[in-house]
């Protein structure tokens, strides 16, 4: 992972968090905004704008990959790449949640 990489991505955002584990299925980003509502009970809506951009970037650097279009929407998945950013992220989340339980 270069140095890019892990400047923009690590820790990651709530919603660049959310889009990459929702994409360890193929979706479009409709799908996404609406898996990440069920997800979080409507606490995180993800706004067009947000999504859409979030998608490009992500694109752009090669967390996730473009897969085919149907319906005129665009289908994307994980990449090896995105999958080990989300690990991190997972791994950091997962220490930050074991270090507030040993202090209660």
Avoid: W
Avoid at 38 to 48: Q, R, S, Y
Avoid at 98 to 104: A, K
């Amino acid at each position: 992972m270069d140095a890019h990489i892990k400047k923009v991505y690590v820790p990651m955002t709530e919603t660049g968090f959310y889009i990459l584990l929702c994409l360890k299925e193929p979706n479009h980003g409709y799908g996404i905004v609406q898996k990440v509502k069920e997800l979080t009970n409507g606490d995180i809506v993800l706004a067009p704008g947000t999504m859409y951009g979030s998608l490009s970037k992500m694109e752009k650097d090669g967390l996730i990959s473009f897969l085919r279009e149907e319906e005129k929407r665009k289908i994307y998945v994980i990449t090896d790449l995105g999958n080990e950013v989300l690990r991190i992220e997972m791994n950091r989340i997962e220490r930050l949640y074991q270090n507030m339980r040993e202090m209660l």
